[in-house]
Nanobody, 115 residues
Framework: QVQLVESGGGLVQPGGSLRLSCAAS????????TGWYRQAPGKQRELVAT???????NYADSAKGRFTIPRDNAKNTAYLQMNSLKPEDTAVYYC?????????WGQGTQVTVSS
């Protein structure tokens, strides 16, 4: 059983930065694709960014140039570095790990961008 635990959310002013963390139970991130998703109130969950086992990244248009998705395999942790945050980035952010037979999700962490 894989467990993912997100942390790092909070309240930040527009233009600020936050780094979200996703810690996994076991050395697993280096073997599968990891992704960050978000869900704003009243909206569907949407992709923010992904990183494959060999380090290839993919970003939603809304995240390009502002967010990065580094990963520390030694710490079994994936990150979402968010810069130049906007009010429309306000959402619950989820970490996802894609294994061959199923996907695992974390519990989510709230990010609120407001002055």
């Amino acid at each position: 059983q894989v467990q993912l635990v997100e942390s790092g959310g909070g309240l930040v002013q527009p233009g600020g930065s936050l780094r979200l963390s996703c810690a996994a139970s076991g050395s697993i991130f280096s073997r599968y694709t990891t992704g960050w998703y978000r869900q704003a109130p009243g909206k569907q969950r949407e992709l923010v960014a992904t990183i494959t086992r060999d380090g290839r990244t993919n970003y939603a248009d809304s995240a390009k140039g502002r967010f990065t998705i580094p990963r520390d395999n030694a710490k079994n942790t994936a990150y979402l570095q968010m810069n130049s945050l906007k009010p429309e980035d306000t959402a619950v952010y989820y970490c996802k790990l894609d294994l061959p037979l199923r996907a695992y999700w974390g519990q989510g962490t709230q990010v609120t961008v407001s002055s």
